[in-house]
């Protein structure tokens, strides 16, 4: 799959500015804004760039941070709990699938301003998910690492266990599809997109939240929606 480097970086800055016009925001982001602006500018959006428009619908963009995505096996993929537990668990597809199922249909926001309304979700609530492993009493902080390094973001275990929050591995009525995340990424619709690690292949337990990814550049590790992010 090939990049169009020059393609990159003018779609992000639109969205970016009709965000701060249409939110009010923007007189005071002006102000720390601009290194932000420059580190969102080297993000790239291989599948937006190589696939027609057409293939990527419903308004959503793809964001990858390597240069390419994580292959999903359904027989050999496992997904890691360990850090603050009491039993370390690496669960298969079919151990996921067989963990109650939840469903939601929530909107999803990107902290650059696009948005993708009413996306219908299926997954696993995380205390479904945790109770395996026994959480020790003071693991307060979630973090998921993805099989795409070194992407990476944490979420407290407050935060993981609000309504509405999941690990999701159907979108619209269909299994995760590889450019979103396969076979799992989170879903926390109360928080920018950055938030919603893709290809989650590890989750661990523990007490001091790391900075994620885009945290490490500049963005707020509370995103909740409506904050600058
Ligand atoms: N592994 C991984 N997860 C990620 C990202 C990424 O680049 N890599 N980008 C994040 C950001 S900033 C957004 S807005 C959403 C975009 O989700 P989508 O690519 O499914 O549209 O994924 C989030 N999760
Ligand atoms: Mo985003």
Redesign the pocket.
């Known amino acids: 799959m090939t990049l169009e480097p020059q393609h990159i970086d003018e779609p992000r800055a639109y969205g970016r500015r009709t965000f701060l016009a249409v939110t009010g925001v923007g007189l005071s982001s002006l102000v720390w804004g601009q290194p932000l602006w420059r580190s969102l500018a080297g993000?790239r959006q291989p599948i937006v760039n190589a696939l027609p428009p057409a293939l990527v619908p419903n308004g959503?963009?793809?964001?990858?941070?390597a240069s390419s995505m994580p292959h999903f096996d359904p027989l050999t993929w496992r997904l890691r709990i360990d850090g603050l537990v009491g039993r370390p668990l690496a669960l298969s597809y079919a151990d996921l699938l067989r963990l109650p199922r939840a469903e939601q249909v929530t909107t999803?926001h990107?902290?650059?301003g696009w948005s993708v309304k009413n996306v219908h979700w299926a997954g696993v609530r995380f205390r479904d998910l945790l109770a395996g492993a026994s959480p020790a009493g003071d693991a307060s902080v979630l973090t998921f690492t993805?099989a795409?390094r070194p992407?990476v973001d944490t979420l407290t275990l407050q935060q993981a266990q609000l309504p509405e929050v999941m690990l999701a591995y159907e979108m619209d009525g269909k299994p995760l599809r590889r450019?979103?995340?396969a076979p799992v990424?989170v879903v926390i619709p109360e928080m920018?997109?950055?938030k919603?690690?893709?290809?989650v292949e590890q989750i661990t337990l523990g007490r001091v939240a790391e900075l994620g990814?885009?945290e490490q550049r500049g963005y707020s590790t509370d995103a909740w929606v409506g904050s600058n992010g």
């Open positions: 993000l959503w963009r793809i964001y990858t941070v999803f990107c902290v650059t993805s795409e992407y450019e979103h995340g990424r920018y997109g950055y919603n690690v893709k290809w990814y885009w």
